[in-house]
């Protein structure tokens, strides 16, 4: 379909496409341990099973709720690849800390899980409910780097921040929403100081597109609002975003519709810039 949104690539995708296929020997990880957070549904449960079928050796599921990630640890198939669950969220320094104390030597690091408070303007929204998109969004990624972070391969890992509608709307068109949409913001931000911060690893936020997530419809969207996209389609993107190959989005914000292949004949292009990163619009302007 044409691109809905701005896009640097012709083509849009709202399902998964042959280039992503997590079967495909050039996107194996084989051998390597993958860790997802908020893997009990959704995009994780589809993130974690796209990590096995690309022949990962270990996937780590992380979740508040034992029982959901245990439905998701069924749907991983026996054989080469072993899957852990824990129990625990994302904002308990202590539990992440024990996390990745067990889980040890890592490849790639999903950050799937997040948190949408109930739509109301800044003045009228509980802070307590309004706060928790911070919590969850933003400082978890503080205390998952300082939990995961000593224990990465030192040859190379990818840490992949799903990042939904940061940008995709004009602010007029979403009152009500900006605890999200903010921390959104604020996360995207995070993941570029990492890149600069870590130059042996990759960093990269990734709009899922458009997902019927509970967080979409707790901002009260609806499908019928929206082309909708599958939930593989970010899962196996970001298997494709953890390769070398991907290594020019590094610290950049990129959408999972976006085609790869048409994405890498632009490398040169984007890779010198600051195409896909937050900046100022207009800035440097003209006259200086």
């Given at each position: 379909m044409?691109?809905?949104?701005p896009s640097?690539?012709?083509t ?15 996107l ?5 341990t993958i860790?997802?957070t ?8 589809e993130t974690a099973i ?6 990962a ?14 439905e998701?640890q069924?749907l991983?198939?026996?054989g080469?690849?072993?899957?852990s669950?824990?129990a ?5 320094e202590?539990?992440?800390?024990k ?10 690091l ?6 949408i408070?109930?739509?109301?303007p800044i003045?009228?929204a509980?802070l307590d409910?309004y ?5 969850t969004?933003?400082?978890s990624?503080v205390i ?35 605890g ?6 604020a996360?995207?931000?995070t993941?570029e100081?990492l890149a600069?911060?870590?130059p042996?690893?990759f ?9 019927e ?5 707790k ?11 599958t ?6 993107f970001?298997?494709?975003a953890?390769?070398?190959e991907a290594q020019?989005?590094?610290?950049r ?25 937050i900046?100022?619009?207009g ?5 200086m």
């Amino acid at each position: 379909m044409n691109p809905p949104f701005p896009s640097p690539t012709p083509t849009w995708h709202n399902d998964i496409y042959p280039a992503i296929n997590p079967t495909n020997p050039n996107l194996s990880h084989a051998g390597q341990t993958i860790i997802v957070t908020g893997a009990g549904s959704g995009i994780g449960r589809e993130t974690a099973i796209a990590f096995a079928a690309s022949g990962a050796k270990h996937v780590v599921l992380v979740g508040r709720t034992e029982s959901t990630l245990l439905e998701t640890q069924k749907l991983i198939p026996s054989g080469t690849t072993t899957c852990s669950v824990f129990a625990g969220s994302v904002t308990d320094e202590e539990a992440m800390e024990k996390a990745a104390k067990t889980v040890g030597t890592w490849d790639v690091l999903v950050l799937n899980a997040g948190y949408i408070s109930a739509p109301a303007p800044i003045s009228k929204a509980p802070l307590d409910d309004y706060w928790k998109n911070y919590e969850t969004n933003v400082k978890s990624i503080v205390i998952l780097a300082k939990a995961f972070f000593p224990t990465a391969n030192p040859t190379r890992v990818a840490v992949l921040a799903v990042t939904a509608g940061a940008i995709a709307l004009p602010t007029k068109q979403v009152i009500g929403l900006s605890g999200y949409l903010c921390s959104k913001l604020a996360q995207i931000k995070t993941l570029e100081f990492l890149a600069a911060e870590n130059p042996n690893m990759f960093f990269s936020s990734v709009h899922p597109g458009m997902i019927e997530t509970e967080i979409f419809l707790k901002s009260g969207a609806t499908p019928d609002m929206l082309p909708m996209d599958t939930a593989k389609l970010p899962a196996h993107f970001m298997v494709w975003a953890s390769q070398p190959e991907a290594q020019f989005l590094n610290g950049r914000f990129v959408w999972a519709n976006w085609d790869v292949e048409e994405l890498k004949a632009k490398a040169q292009e984007i890779e010198p810039t600051n195409q896909m990163m937050i900046g100022y619009e207009g800035w440097p302007f003209p006259h200086m």
